[in-house]
């Protein structure tokens, strides 16, 4: 990945996509099964899908929105400043 010149120092760059591409992107944040719109709402509106996605998580449940924004936003602070170049799966253990 090339630097980006233009972002002051303490900047932060987050490359947020799905679980899916975990295989093939290394360097995002790929959430797992997620209660969103996101095709549909099936994992939200299927009861059937989500129990399986229930099943298949260490946590017993799906993620939610709100389990993602503050995971970000901790990633985003000084804390982390060192963080760099990794994929973070928030799926609450999910298998995949």
């Not at 630097?3 to 992107?25: E, F, K, Q, Y």
């Not at 924004?69 to 963080?83: H, T």
């Amino acid at each position: 990945m090339l630097p980006a010149p233009l972002i002051n120092d303490g900047g932060r760059i987050v490359n947020i996509s799905s679980g899916l591409t975990s295989i093939i992107v290394p360097v995002v944040v790929a959430p797992g099964a997620i209660q969103t719109d996101f095709c549909g709402g099936m994992v939200r509106d299927n009861p059937k899908l989500n129990q399986r996605v229930a099943e298949m998580t260490a946590l017993g449940s799906a993620c939610l929105p709100d389990d993602i924004g503050p995971m970000i936003a901790s990633l985003l602070s000084e804390d982390n400043r060192r963080v760099n170049a990794q994929r973070i799966k928030v799926s609450g253990g999910m298998s995949f």
